[in-house]
């Protein structure tokens, strides 16, 4: 069962353009939604969050939306860089009591100069 | 600060044998978790420890052990090794803080063949 779904493998863009990937959810008690990004032999690392309580959250180039009805988000890069090339996961997290994390299977960003 | 070490970078284990992942965090999270990641996959959590003496199993902690005697390392032990412990093995270290995103900092990667 997949609570996290990036349904996307890979996505090539031009640089200087948007960047969007997307992210389903199906565990309407999480709360909150993160990204991470991953270069190739290195450990991902955070990149933007959202709470379940807000619809936006930018932070420079980056900005995740999420629609809570649709239990959807995604994540805008605006504009697109060559460096922004490696693989973004989507996560999901809820407290438990521990609490724990949910990964999706990632998605492929190719920026082509 | 070097954050999340990782030790050995690489491995290749023989069926059977055992082995141990070391992991130390040097932010004095309290929080600490081990991943692995298949190919095309991805991240499925094995063990994570809220606290120095307390752990608790994860999605996949089948053919694992972990211990977390101080709140710096976290190893993780694998007693009888199997081709499907094939994998990618990341630790990773967090601080709750009331109402934060949970954000986790991550090693580098231990990559471990079995055959």
């Known amino acids: 069962d997949q609570q996290v779904k990036q349904n996307s493998p890979s996505l090539s863009v031009q640089e200087g353009r948007i960047s969007i990937l997307n992210c389903d959810y199906t565990?309407?008690?999480?709360?909150?939604f993160l990204w991470y990004k991953k270069y190739p032999a290195e450990g991902p690392t955070f990149l933007i969050s959202i709470s379940s309580i807000k619809d936006k959250n930018e932070d420079g180039r980056f900005t995740v939306f999420l629609n809570k009805s649709a239990k959807h988000l995604s994540l805008h890069i605006v504009p697109s860089q060559p460096g922004d090339s490696a693989v973004y996961f989507c996560?999901?997290?809820?407290?438990?009591?521990?609490?724990?994390?949910?990964f999706g299977a990632g998605t492929r960003l190719f920026v082509k100069a | 600060n070097a954050g999340v070490t990782q030790t050995p970078k690489f491995r290749i284990l023989k069926i059977g044998q055992s082995m141990t992942l070391q992991c130390t965090q040097d932010m004095n999270h309290n929080y600490m978790y081990w991943y692995r990641q298949d190919p095309g996959m991805g991240l499925k959590l094995i063990y994570y420890s809220v606290g120095a003496g307390i752990t608790d199993k994860g999605e996949v902690p089948n053919g694992y052990n972990v211990s977390r005697s101080t709140t710096e390392d976290f190893p993780l032990r694998l007693e009888l090794a199997a081709p499907s412990q094939t994998s990618v093995y990341f630790c990773?270290?967090?601080?709750?803080?009331?109402?934060?995103?949970?954000?986790?900092?991550f090693g580098p990667g231990t990559r471990l063949t079995v055959t």
């Open positions: 990773a270290s967090s601080y709750l803080v009331l109402r934060s995103s949970y954000e986790q900092y």
């Open positions: 565990n309407s008690m999480f709360d909150y």
């Open positions: 996560a999901a997290s809820v407290n438990t009591g521990g609490f724990k994390t949910i």
